[in-house]
């Protein structure tokens, strides 16, 4: 992290250190409490909503992956917080994908407290505890303030892209497998709908993989990023106009718009991309 003051480098490996110890000691009873909440809730909502039985055995399955993914990612930071604090340049996009795996699997596991599970939603401090190191590294890193904010605002869509079409495709499943007919599909919608759910899944690991990338602004990124983004842009905008019963699409394509707008507007992309910054950018100190 060549240009990043020692303090900064100071406290940075501290707040890795913080996060990665409430990711892995913390973060696991709150997936718990949640599912646990999640589960009896739908359990009293498929008696009048059968449709939703499937999602007990999704929520079973997927809360405890994230909470598993989260655990390791915490054990990480901790792992490589003194590397952090020497300023190794490789810690940097590493720390930001696992500061981005609470973020993301928070506001996914929040997503049922709007449907049909009452009380504060306690996934909302799993993405904050996440969030507050992922926002808190891109302003402590050496840079412009222009090229702090636009990978700010970039980074942040994508995580927020990344949660819209991870849920798309749970809930995708969810239907799949109470379909009429099932396991046979009774016409374009609802094949359409698997269709759409799964594209939405693989474009999750083209944005994921974009976020380290992006962070030290490399252009392999910036591909990634846009190619996800607009893989979902390319199903969710139809999709939207035939199943008119959910804005659920129009959601997932303003959020994709929101990413191609700081990824490829021209402004935002040579601020983002350290190959394409002006040069005068690359003289400069570090703004605070």
Known sequence: MQGTSEKNLKTMSMIAIGIGLLMAAAIPFLVQMSLESVLVHLLKHVETHPAFSSGLKLFDFFYPIWRALIFVAGIALIVISQEIKKGEAWT???????????SIGGMFMFLPYVSFVPGFPLPM????????????????RQGTKIQKWTRFGALTFIGML????????????????????????????????????????????????????????????????????????????????????????????????????????PYFKQHLLEDEAPAVEAAVVNET
């Open 92 to 102: 940097y996009p590493l720390a930001m994908a696992l500061f981005a795996l609470p």
């Open 125 to 140: 401090i799993i993405s904050a505890i996440g969030l507050t190191g992922y926002w808190s590294f891109i302003f402590l």
């Open 162 to 265: 990344s949660t819209h079409a991870f849920t798309i495709g749970i809930g995708a499943q969810r239907q799949m497998w109470t379909r009429p007919g099932h396991p046979l599909y009774e016409d374009f919608s609802w094949w359409l709908f698997n269709w759409v759910g799964e594209v939405n899944w693989v474009a999750v690991i083209l944005l994921f993989a974009s976020i380290p990338l992006l962070a030290v602004g490399r252009r392999k990124g910036w591909w990634l990023a846009i190619t996800g983004a607009i893989a979902i842009l390319a199903i969710d905008i139809p999709t939207q106009f035939i199943r008119t019963s959910t804005l659920d699409y129009l959601y997932g394509s303003i959020l994709g718009i929101g990413v191609l707008i700081f990824t490829m507007y």
